[in-house]
């Protein structure tokens, strides 16, 4: 028999946050593990069942992290539900509905209009059951337990991406969750390829030890797979959007090794305006080369400055850095920027004026020839200023094609 306790919403949050799905075995020469009290999970489930509902009804978090979080208490639901009689299954649903729906006469703001303060607890908690999730799309989704979810390829794709991203973060925490989760499918691949057979393979037979954990872990894999393909269209959403906002992503550079990848500091090479001169000397031909570019951050189609670079280029060298002579907030504007590469928009009224004494067949020319002669003379000191800062050492900046991969 389980016992029904009410829960209030000042309970302790975060008493669930790294109980395993099925009791792990201690470890070789330890003491025995106190056998789990149904009870004590059933309160804890509780508990995480009302936090959940409060940062659902409230909108304090990321749907997804909500998802997560129902995804998390569904598993350990029926996992529960497995150590306990039939006959008292019933309660373990009955006490989880009435803890969710105690949460909807929590008010999410004080009378004074301020957060209450469970909001961080609870927030934090909901948050933290998203990586928790994605490790079991990981590990769960791997050989290991047969490949039994079915995503398409563009899913599994961008799964991939975001299970790499978590882990990045996440660090050697991540195996806090991970290593269990292995050790819970080594133990019933038997059961969950029976449940999902996959590449045609038979299935070893499941020990009679183990047919009780048979729901569970059905469960495991509707609820897993069903989060990892919600995860998935919400990235693929993204992905969409930020490349129909981009268009063509070779048309940028990212600066040094960072990764075209969103809000990355880029410059959109495909529109610089560059000029150049070519020499001779004693160590063969030299190309020197200045490129006005501007500055996005990927996916923001709103320009957010500029910059000026020189190089010098040994003859098949198109790979050599560049050195900045000049950006936005510095010393040069960026009209004197523009007019250094040739992008010369318009004249000194001086000139103007003398242009329009010509006879009308010559102002053209007149009009070109002056823009050249004062692009020329930026020019000329621009690269003065570059071969010095070369000469001087300083570091030269690498830039990195983005690619559509």
């Not at 309160?43 to 304090?60: E, H, I, R, Y």
């Not at 957060?115 to 990981?138: G, L, N």
């Not at 961008?158 to 925490?173: F, N, P, Q, T, W």
């Not at 499918?185 to 070893?204: M, Y």
Request: charged share 20%.
């Amino acid at each position: 028999m389980i016992r029904r306790t009410r829960f209030s919403i000042a309970a302790v949050w975060l008493a669930l946050m790294a109980a395993p799905v099925f009791a792990q075995a201690p470890a070789p020469g330890s003491a025995p593990a106190a056998p789990p009290n149904p009870n004590v999970i059933l309160a804890d489930l509780s508990t995480m069942a009302q936090a959940t509902a409060v940062a659902k009804k409230c909108d304090w978090t990321d749907p997804m992290y909500v998802l997560a979080a129902e995804s998390m208490l569904g598993m350990k639901a029926a996992d529960l539900k497995a150590m306990v009689a039939p006959d008292v299954r019933g309660q373990v649903d009955a006490a989880l509905a009435q803890a969710t729906a105690s949460a909807s006469g929590f008010a999410c703001k004080q009378p004074d209009g301020t957060a209450p303060p469970q909001e961080h607890k609870v927030t934090m908690f909901v948050m933290d059951q998203y990586w928790r999730m994605i490790a079991h799309v990981d590990v769960l989704g791997s050989l290991r337990w047969g490949e039994v979810f079915h995503y398409t390829p563009e899913e599994r794709a961008v799964l991939d991406k975001e299970i790499a991203r978590i882990r990045d973060s996440k660090g050697y925490s991540y195996w806090e969750v991970g290593n269990p989760l292995e050790t819970l499918a080594d133990k019933t691949v038997t059961l969950a390829c029976r449940e999902r057979p996959s590449n045609g393979k038979p299935c070893r037979p499941v020990p009679p030890e183990l047919e009780g954990n048979a729901p569970t872990v059905k469960v495991m894999i509707e609820f897993t797979e069903a989060f990892g393909k919600a995860v998935a269209a919400g990235l693929i959403m993204e992905k969409n959007a930020f490349e129909a906002t981009v268009g063509d992503i070779r048309a940028y550079s990212a600066i040094g090794d960072d990764s075209c990848t969103r809000d990355t500091l880029v410059l959109k090479t495909a529109d610089a305006h560059t000029k150049s001169e070519e020499t001779e000397d004693s160590f063969g031909a030299m190309t020197h080369e200045l490129t006005f570019v501007e500055k996005f951050r990927l996916g923001n189609p709103e320009s957010v400055g500029w910059v000026l670079l020189f190089r010098s280029m040994m003859a098949g060298d198109s790979g050599a850095p560049h050195v900045i002579i000049a950006e936005d907030g510095g010393e040069w504007d960026e009209e004197s920027a523009r007019i250094g590469v040739g992008d010369v928009t318009d004249l000194y009224a001086e000139q103007v004026a003398l242009i329009k004494t010509l006879p009308p067949a010559e102002q053209a020319k007149a009009t070109q020839d002056a823009k050249d002669s004062i692009s020329e003379t930026y020019f000329r000191n621009f690269l003065s200023m570059g071969l010095m800062q070369s000469i001087s050492g300083n570091g030269g900046v690498q830039l990195t094609p983005c690619s559509a991969d």
